[in-house]
Structure formats: C-alpha cells, structure tokens
C-alpha cells in the first residue's frame, strides 16, 4: 500500500509532470479531499482499528500518511483527477485577468463530471457481506 503523499507524488512527477499547474502541496489536498469522499461510502482498510486493542483506538483521520490499497485507489483515482482538474482550471481563469490564454476546460464543465462521479462513486464503492442461512 502506498501513502496519499507517495501517490499524489507519483501523479505530480511521473504521470502528469507537463500541464499540471499545482504545486504538491495543492496535488495532495486534492488527494485527501477525494480520500474523504470516499472514505463517506467505504472503509479504509488502513484505518479500520484492530479488534484486538483495547480500549478501542479512535479512527485516524485521512492525512498525507494515510495508506491507500490499490484497489481503493482504483476507486479514489477518478474522483482526484477530476478535483486537481478543477483546481487547475480556477487558477487558469483567473489568471485570465492577467492576459493569459486559457487552455483545456472550463471550471464549470469540470464541476458537472465531478458531481456525476461523486453520484456514482457511493455505487462504486458498496461492498455488501454475502450471508447465507
């Protein structure tokens, strides 16, 4: 398992290098907001305590620590992409005041496909315990 700073690392450094306008610190913010997003609908393996501690320990917060599976991640994935997309898209337009030319899409476009995924994302992330009697 990989720590939401390792993988928002490997998205700013090696997947998207060229075209990303956020610096890491705005990279991993949106890593942990998708994670809090998801974490609203499933576990976090990472942060589920262990039965055997008692008293039970509190559940950790969602930090830049916090270890994601590959299979959340998978989940997670789409939902940061689209957050770091509309991050960077803000700072393009509003840097339009300045005299620069905006690339890629707007702000608002990218809010729409953010809102259809954080719809389906509850769906997405469902697990359910087959019980038999």
Do not use: C, K
Not at 104 to 118: K, P, W
């Amino acid at each position: 398992m990989a720590t939401l700073a390792e993988l928002a690392d490997r998205f700013a450094l090696t997947e998207r290098p060229a075209g990303n306008l956020l610096d890491a610190a705005g990279v991993l913010a949106q890593a942990i907001a998708a994670a809090n997003f998801y974490a609203g609908y499933a576990q976090i393996i990472s942060r589920i305590p262990d039965p055997l501690v008692i008293p039970a320990a509190a559940i950790p917060s969602i930090a830049d620590t916090t270890e994601i599976s590959e299979s959340e991640w998978a989940l997670i994935r789409s939902l940061f992409m689209l957050y770091v997309e509309r991050e960077t898209a803000l700072q393009l337009e509003a840097s339009r005041g300045l005299g620069m030319d905006v690339y890629g899409r707007a702000s608002s476009e990218v809010a729409a496909d953010i809102m259809q995924m954080e719809l389906e994302l509850p769906h997405q992330a469902f697990v359910g315990l087959i019980v038999t009697v």
